[in-house]
């Protein structure tokens, strides 16, 4: 049996991709849902994370509605800072690696150019602050924590999940009928949640510790990812282009959150494919299983 790995936050996008990866690499995978283990409970994570015994601990579990964080921000820390604090703890009483993710957003977007891991950061909202603070929580409990900065993930997962994924919301929208706007001067690089998690464990397999960028191969805005889905899908859907100044969201958003991956690479990962590729990988899945636009 190889290592013993625990997956938190297992049924969501990243997580239930996790779980795969790591149990067809040979892991002893358990993985845990918030409905059987809530992490901003420290005795529970510590009872739990005692029984499973892992070398790995992966945390996937996020609290991600960016806006509605800045009406519940505690509900927002509690679980993107406090409950990493409590596993670092439990991680630290059993000699475990934690893997913690983490986002763009502890950017404020004011570069023109892809983060790298050194640029410092500057959250503007709740939900911003919260992921920073779990980093921090990571990196003062333990030593050789590994955090991954992700972007947009999107993957399989989303057609189940409750919040689903922009990719979901876009063919819905498209069904209605309605008139779609989205914001084009906000970029990001969105992130295939299969690929992210075989990034992942090869990370973990090189023994990478520290911060690392994880987002997908491409940056766009948003405006033109939703034309890319539409054009993909073959879908023809009025998209108009609006702009931060138009549409007004309760939390600040970097306008340009881009991942540079170099260092990844460096440690000899491979990169992530062109944002197309994973777009067009998913837009398969979903018509191999029969799923409606």
């Known amino acids: ?40 409970d420290p005795i529970r994570v510590e009872h739990k994370v005692a029984s499973v015994d892992p070398q790995i601990v992966v945390n996937a579990a996020a609290y991600n509605q960016v806006d509605l964080a800045e009406k519940e921000p505690v509900a927002a820390y509690h679980v993107n800072a ?46 911003a602050v919260s992921k920073l603070a779990g980093e921090l929580y990571a990196q003062a409990y333990l030593e050789r924590p590994l ?87 073959e879908i023809n859907a009025e998209v108009r282009a609006t702009n931060e100044r138009e549409y007004r969201t309760a939390a600040r958003r970097p306008k340009f959150s881009a991942l540079s991956n170099k260092k990844m690479e460096r440690h000899g990962i491979e990169p992530f494919p062109p944002l197309e590729m994973a777009l067009k990988s998913y837009l398969q899945w979903r018509e191999r299983h029969a799923v409606k636009a």
């Not at 983490?102 to 909202?125: C, I, M, N, R, W």
């Open 147 to 233: 955090i991954i900065r992700t972007s947009g993930v999107f993957g399989p997962g989303g057609l189940t999940t409750a919040r689903g994924n922009f990719i979901e919301l876009m063919l819905r929208l498209a069904g209605s009928g309605q008139q779609i706007r989205v914001v084009e001067d906000h970029i990001a690089s969105p992130t295939y949640a299969p690929v992210l998690a075989s990034r992942t464990a090869d990370l973990v397999e090189r023994g990478a510790r520290g911060v690392f960028h994880a987002g997908g191969g491409t940056a766009i805005s948003w405006f033109e990812y939703a034309r890319m889905v539409f054009r993909l899908a």
């Open 82 to 127: 406090l409950a990493v604090r409590n596993l670092a703890l439990a991680c630290r009483q059993i000699d475990a690696l934690l893997v913690h993710f983490s986002t763009d957003y502890v950017f404020d977007g004011a570069k023109a150019t892809p983060y790298v891991e050194e640029d410092p950061t500057h959250p503007l909202g709740a939900y």
């Open 1 to 40: 049996m190889g290592k013993r790995v625990l997956i938190l936050g297992c049924g969501g996008q990243l997580g239930v991709e996790l779980l795969g990866v790591f149990s067809q690499r040979g892991y002893d995978a358990t993985g845990f849902q918030r409905t059987e283990l809530d992490i901003t």
